[in-house]
């Protein structure tokens, strides 16, 4: 299948070279020169514009920024994209924006869904992410199996947009989580428990998450952590941030009550704004530790 592939940072990157494994003709396009770079020398074919990544292809998938990136690209690319073009959008943005530019979409004939993702740039680099999917049942259908290319998990939540609320409820949660998690690591430090006996009985215990078994933020009981190379995403804090900063508006909209998503909100904007915008969400570890 041809298949355009737009925005290839951490994730994206690792996503575009995941289609070129299974077979897929990638035109790749980005902004930045080394990104590329590096899309061309894991096989996509790199395209000089937005609109020669979309000729003559039979999907576009699009991973960016916010919603404003979003908008911007998709009005482009229902100007140039084949009629009938499959478009999915990767991005994690509000809801109200993955809503309108379905509705654009949809309104200049071609099927979409938005298809958030979960599961970092290790995800995106193995093949591994959950892919949640908001649009049309015919759109999904055709959608399904290009995302499980990328992915081991692909869902659909419903109508446009549900891709979206799913992907921000679901942050929220992991950040609450993992704020939990570093909080407990913490007293049970000052408690006199070793890190690692405190994860062999709260990993098999009811306090059992993701945040502590998969993605543990001491150093030590799960290898593949980013609190195991200095903390380095992984998932960074700044994108942790964004993410709650869309799920507080969308509460706000709704008149939902999340005191503990306010809170995480509150301290991710601190630890971002400590200099650590750009660490893994799991350095909260060491904000906590610190006590400020």
């Known amino acids: 299948m041809k298949i355009a592939f737009i925005g290839l940072g951490h994730m ?16 790749a396009f980005d ?3 080394a990104a590329m770079a590096q899309a061309v020398s894991d096989g996509c074919i ?4 937005l609109e020669k990544a979309c000729e003559a292809v039979e999907a576009i998938i699009t991973m960016l920024p916010g919603g404003q990136h979003v908008l911007s690209v998709y009005s482009q690319v229902v100007e140039h994209a084949p009629k009938g073009a499959l478009l999915i959008d990767g991005s994690t943005i509000d ?12 309104v200049a004939g071609y099927p ?30 055709r959608a399904e199996p290009i995302l499980k290319q990328m ?10 947009g549900a891709g979206q609320a799913a992907k921000l409820c679901n942050n929220m949660l992991l950040a609450i989580t993992m704020i939990g998690t570093c909080e407990a690591f913490a007293l049970a430090e000052k408690l006199d428990l070793k890190d690692q006996v405190f994860f062999d009985i709260a990993s098999k215990a009811s306090g059992q998450n993701w945040a502590l078994t998969s993605y ?26 964004k993410d709650l900063g869309l799920a507080m508006q969308a509460a706000a909209q709704t008149n939902a009550d999340t005191p503990l998503g306010s809170r995480a909100h509150a301290l991710y904007e601190a630890l971002c704004n400590q200099g650590h915008a750009a660490q893994d969400f799991s350095y909260m570890m060491e904000r906590i530790r610190r006590g400020a």
Do not use: W
Not at 95 to 106: E, F, I, L, P
Not at 218 to 238: E, H, I, K, L, R
């Open 112 to 141: 979409m869904i938005d298809a958030p993702v979960s599961g970092g740039v290790t995800g995106a680099k193995a093949g591994t992410l959950t892919f949640m999917c908001g649009g049309p049942d015919a759109a999904y259908e």
């Open 151 to 160: 992915g081991k998990t692909v869902i659909h939540a419903g109508a446009a």
């Open 46 to 49: 790199g395209a000089p514009s």
């Open 31 to 33: 902004l930045s020169e």
């Open 95 to 106: 809801v109200d924006s993955a809503r309108q530019v379905a509705t654009q979409a949809q």
């Open 12 to 27: 994206g990157s690792g996503m575009a070279a995941n289609l070129v494994k299974a077979g897929h003709a990638v035109r």
């Open 216 to 241: 543990c933020p001491v150093p030590g009981p799960v290898p593949t952590s980013p609190a195991n190379n200095d903390y380095q995403p992984g998932f960074a804090a700044a994108l942790m941030l």
